[in-house]
């Protein structure tokens, strides 16, 4: 007898259907009505007409087996089934459009990130977790180490010695908002502590590369918030310089790791270490030459029990 008579002789296995051939479109026309909520704003952000949005959404509808939209008091309103596709539709428009330009991709089955805009340009590389086993600066390890002993919570005393070399973030309205930056964090390093201070409150990804590069960067923070699990990322960019007017290179790694609020809320948070010895798939031999110019200084940890870790006298 066979075990799976859906494969037996003369049986047709349904296939998917295929995808409707205007589907990006469809999708483009969604998510720039659910932004404006005004047929005649999203009619001219997309430079269309009324009746092709109207059939966009109509069919987008079908596919969905659902209302996207209401109308009240003749403004356009997200039904539940509205709200619920919406992150995902705004996800495989920004895949597309960084994908296209070569921005997007896997290596080794995790996630690269590459964007230019003139003079600035970023590379981010997801990497394997057991990298932080090989590192040179031991910060990373005892990072891992003091957060698992915390269990995640922010406030542990296991965590009080990393803490001021963290970023810490906040999901607000799909974004993630810096809520504390660490005051031996490499951030406070690079621009100070006043100027870190007044970056409180801001949102993660808003780039020089554009919105859809933004969505890709919080993709990472979106992973470690579903997982609570850690991530570890070699990243190659360019700060602004010392007078402002151009950039300089700058590589760092980056440890990502959840968290809990006092209150139990969910948390994200960052320890970002300089160094010059990234390894990122495609990035110019010229800029990891001026890398090797430069004087980055890791993070150090002061504190006794790093030292006794160190030195191997501790647990």
Known sequence: MNANP??????????????????FEMIRSFVTLASTLNLSHAVKVLGSTRQTVRRH?????????????????RR?????????????????????????GGGAGSVGALQFLKAHKGDWDFYQEQKPMGLIWQQEHLILREAFRAWTMAGGHIQS????HIRPYLMIYRESGNKWICVEFGEKSAYVDWFGLDYARSSVGLAIGELPAGEAFGHMLNEAFFDVQATQLARLDHVFTRMPDEDGQGWAPMAYERLMISGFFPDGSLAVMTLVNPTASVQITGLPSEDLAALA???????????AKFEALASGEGP
């Open 6 to 23: 859906s494969f037996e002789s003369g049986t047709t296995v349904p296939e998917a259907s295929a995808p409707p051939a205007l589907l």
């Open 76 to 100: 356009y309103v997200l039904t539940d089934l509205g709200k619920r596709v919406l992150p995902g539709a705004k996800d495989i428009l920004a895949r597309g459009e960084i994908w296209l």
């Open 293 to 303: 110019d430069l004087s980055i200084p890791a993070l150090d940890l002061a504190d």
């Open 57 to 73: 959404i109509l069919n987008l509808e079908v596919e969905m087996k659902g209302p996207l939209f209401f109308v009240e008091e």
């Open 157 to 160: 005393p296991h965590f009080a």
